[in-house]
């Protein structure tokens, strides 16, 4: 789709490293990052991203994957 480089840290090369990959996910503090694999060595990677500052080209995301067998994020405050 488009071909914009994201970023993202390599543990393993300790720097930033084009990611391959890239697939957005919704952690379970309701933070958004950035999963994918280092395209330089492989290692898996991950980069948060502030929900709010959401870039506006970016495509919609869906906010609840309906994944069978993962339960919704339970709202207990
Ligand atoms: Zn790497």
């Known amino acids: 789709m ?7 840290y390599c543990v393993k090369e300790k720097a930033q490293k ?3 990959d890239p ?3 919704v952690l379970k503090n ?3 990052a950035i999963r994918g694999i280092c395209a330089s ?7 948060f991203v502030s929900a709010k500052k959401a870039d506006p ?3 919609a995301v869906a ?3 309906a994944v069978p067998g993962t339960p919704p994020t339970p709202k207990t405050a």
């Open 2 to 8: 488009a071909d914009e480089v994201i970023l993202g």
């Open 63 to 65: 906010p609840a994957p």
């Open 41 to 47: 060595c492989g290692t898996k990677m991950m980069k």
């Open 57 to 59: 080209a970016a495509p």
């Open 30 to 32: 309701g933070k958004h």
């Open 23 to 25: 697939e957005e996910v």
């Open 18 to 20: 084009p990611m391959k």
